[in-house]
């Protein structure tokens, strides 16, 4: 099973971008999830989505981000509207299966103000 983010960039504060996370080896997953990781700092969750739709989000995104899932694609996206330097960050996406984690390997986004 392989996760494979892409999608990120440099865009500057206000802007908008989606990122990708492809899953080949397996559907997708009933709990798939974005973390971030910005330098210095903790991973944390961004965004979580079930196969269901039902999303979550950290408090920082609500409103400006959006995750969604296209099962025919097997790929999950994270569409970030509003975008803020401290967004700056790797974005990871994640799947957790009966107690096992997959996750990608990143993808940097960084907001220019």
């Known amino acids: 099973v392989q996760l494979q983010a892409s999608g990120g960039g440099l865009v500057q504060a206000g802007g908008s971008l989606r990122v990708s996370c492809a899953v080949s080896?397996?559907?997708?997953?009933?709990?798939m999830g974005w973390y971030r990781q910005a330098p210095g700092k903790q991973r944390e969750l961004v965004a979580a989505?079930?196969?269901?739709?039902?999303?979550n989000y950290a408090d920082s995104v609500k409103g400006r981000f959006t995750a969604s899932r296209d099962n025919a694609k097997n790929t999950m996206y994270l569409q970030m509207n509003s975008l803020r330097p401290e967004d700056t960050a790797v974005y990871y996406c994640?799947?957790?299966?009966?107690?096992?984690?997959?996750w990608g390997q990143g993808t940097q986004v960084t907001v220019s103000s």
């Open positions: 080896g397996s559907s997708l997953f009933n709990a």
């Open positions: 989505i079930t196969s269901g739709g039902m999303t």
């Open positions: 994640a799947a957790e299966d009966y107690g096992l984690e997959y």
